[in-house]
């Protein structure tokens, strides 16, 4: 019995009516024919990437209605989408910041009560030493946990994320870093020549979308703390740098923002492009590292980012901060940043990233800023990595001292290697050279004053 889309064989009995239907043998020859049709059009065979560790950057087209699909159709793991848009998901970072839709992406994941359940996470333990009369050495942990939770809600996502840090256990005077500057350990005076920790808490925060069209969405984010929408993913987040357990001594005029207590996002997706405005308590973290803060929303940021290919993802922002400095109460900034990622598989086993980035921090009528260059080159478990910045800083003599346009280069590499399919162990180092003025050069013992740090570290992947 022939039906539409199936054939139901009826029980053959030992009958002369039933003889000449036994004699259609040629109907059996066109089964495989109908099998080669129906194969590729099958739901089962979509293309999938290549996912190592939950290593997915080669996702599938997006497509609307995707917000959550299958982990695994019997030919290997289905490409998601992200959170935030219909879009590949390794076009997202932190907050609500885009990277290269080639990034790597990285992370382990399950389901559970229909949830998507997703983690990753680093531990670095590292020897630091600065030279000179404002450097300083020190032993210290660093780095982070993050913990994602995800289910489709409507035509779109909802998203809870949690991030922590072990930074605290530095102490609040951080880790020597020549050259850096901003927040406090004590409450009365300024971290200079040194990198504060991070909070505990580094993010809390939950998201919803909506999709509204085959390739746009609608999305809020909040956080407490969160990442307002300005300037590139957070320097722990972006794939050129990610592998350095060093803090970039432009931290502040790009992306100390991470770390903010109170936001509220609200962005458009339409196509390969978002516009986003963030309103965001834009005071920065006490010296208290284990709390949680609270302030009013008072300041405002606007983001526009565009990733016109696969390779790449720009953006410009801009904000009106509220009071930032903890010890200059009162005083308000506007910052812009614009910044260019690139991730990109340059031969079998080769993958390149590449951040270019620019801030500027502005403020009773002064006009300061730092520039960013960072590149990184992996193969196989090695990881070679770079950064070189300049930045004008009024910071490092007194609290309200003459700008000083500084820089720095840094180099160094990794070697990672597997224990179990989810985590591995490394050892590295990197140096770095200083740049500073005539003028300043007897605070540092010289003109290139240098750092160096090696390290161990544990990766959850």
Known sequence: ????????????????????????????????????????????????????????????????????????????????????????????????????????????????????????????????????????????????????ARRPLGDGTLQLRASLSPDPLMGPRGYPLLLASGETADGVTRLVDRQHPHDFFMELSGSVSQNIGRDSSAFIYAGLPGEPAFGPPAFMHREAIMDSPEAPISHHWLDSTHISFGVVTAGLVVGRAKVEVSRFNAREPDQHRWNIETGPLDSTAVRLSWNPTRKLALQGSWGRFKGPEQLEPGVDQTRWSASLLYAHEIATGWKLAGTLAWGRKQQEGHKDDAFVAETSVRHGGWTVFGRGEMIENRELIGTDGPVYRVGKASLGAVRDFRLTKDLSIGGGGLFAVNFVPQSIAPLYGGRNPTGAMAFVRLKLD
Not at 35 to 63: E, F, H, I, W, Y
Not at 99 to 106: G, L, N, T
């Open 1 to 148: 019995m022939n039906m539409p889309g199936m054939t139901m064989p009826m029980p053959a009995k030992p009958s002369a009516k039933m003889k000449p239907a036994a004699k259609k043998k040629p109907a059996a020859k066109k089964t495989p024919k109908a099998r080669r049709t129906t194969t590729p059009t099958s739901p089962m065979t979509l293309p999938a990437p290549d996912m190592k560790g939950m290593n997915m950057g080669t996702a599938a087209p997006a497509t609307q209605g995707m917000a959550m699909p299958a982990m695994d159709n019997g030919h290997g793991p289905m490409a998601m989408t992200g959170v935030l848009g219909p879009y590949p998901m390794e076009r997202e970072s932190s907050g609500t910041a885009w990277q290269p839709d080639a990034s790597d992406h990285v992370g382990l994941m399950t389901m559970s009560a229909g949830w998507m359940l997703m983690a990753h996470g680093v531990l670095n333990l590292s020897y630091d030493h600065q030279s000179g009369p404002r450097g300083d050495d020190k032993a210290f942990a660093s780095g982070m946990l993050m913990g994602m």
